[in-house]
T-cell receptor, first 112, second 114 residues
Framework: QQQVKQSPQSLIVQKGGISIINCAYE??????FPWYQQFPGKGPALLIA?????SEKKEGRFTISFNKSAKQFSLHIMDSQPGDSATYFC???????????FGTGTRLQVFP | KAGVTQTPRYLIKTRGQQVTLSCSPI?????VSWYQQTPGQGLQFLFE???????NKGNFPGRFSGRQFSNSRSEMNVSTLELGDSALYLC?????????????FGPGTRLTVT
């Protein structure tokens, strides 16, 4: 009930293409859904986040789409660049707690 | 504003020893959480502290403990180290006030147990 399922495990995209990573959850009590980007040897960096009362949020080339009824959310990276090559994690948390439940991660490789 | 800092960055310990890791949150942040990251288990929540009080604890044995000081700095301790404790230990901080849910991670401490 507390799991967040992430797919795909790895993704190869050509420069300029769209990268799409999907996550699904079961527990409807989740209240906050962030995406993190992690480069090798670094800590995860907050990329973009959404609350369940919003269906889409866009920040630059990054967009979260949120489907409350399907209990799914996804990250879209438009105009993907080689510098976007990293591991991406979705996560979810309940109200009034900082405990983040992470997906298993997606390793994105963007080739020129 | 300086980010979350963690010390040390790398650590090598022997089975049976104990270790203390330190985390300094972003200035003004009052909430600190700890996570363990391994290739097999991914990112797993360890503890959450706010104003020196542990608010939440993950499913880890009692060998894992933590605390938070009045200046919001936090430490975690692992006693009687096991080989499986080898991991990247991450600290995250949040303002802890208002409606901001955003948590920011430090670079982590890479612990190797031999």
């Amino acid at each position: 009930q507390q799991q967040v399922k992430q797919s795909p495990q790895s993704l190869i995209v050509q420069k300029g293409g769209i990268s799409i990573i999907n996550c699904a959850y079961e527990n409807t009590a989740f209240d906050y859904f962030p995406w993190y980007q992690q480069f090798p040897g670094k800590g995860p960096a907050l990329l973009i986040a959404i609350r369940p009362d919003v269906s889409e949020k866009k920040e630059g080339r990054f967009t979260i789409s949120f489907n409350k009824s399907a209990k799914q959310f996804s990250l879209h990276i438009m105009d993907s660049q080689p510098g976007d090559s990293a591991t991406y994690f979705c996560a979810a948390s309940f109200r009034d707690t900082d405990k983040l439940i992470f997906g298993t991660g997606t390793r994105l490789q963007v080739f020129p | 504003k300086a980010g979350v800092t963690q010390t040390p960055r790398y650590l090598i310990k022997t089975r049976g020893q104990q270790v203390t890791l330190s985390c300094s949150p972003i200035s003004g942040h009052r909430s600190v959480s700890w996570y363990q990251q391994t290739p097999g288990q991914g990112l797993q929540f360890l503890f959450e502290y706010f104003s020196e009080t542990q608010r939440n604890k993950g499913n880890f044995p009692g060998r894992f403990s933590g605390r938070q000081f009045s200046n919001s700095r936090s430490e975690m301790n692992v006693s009687t180290l096991e080989l499986g404790d080898s991991a990247l230990y991450l600290c995250a901080s949040r303002a802890g006030t208002g409606s901001s849910y955003e948590q920011y991670f430090g670079p982590g401490t890479r612990l190797t147990v031999t």
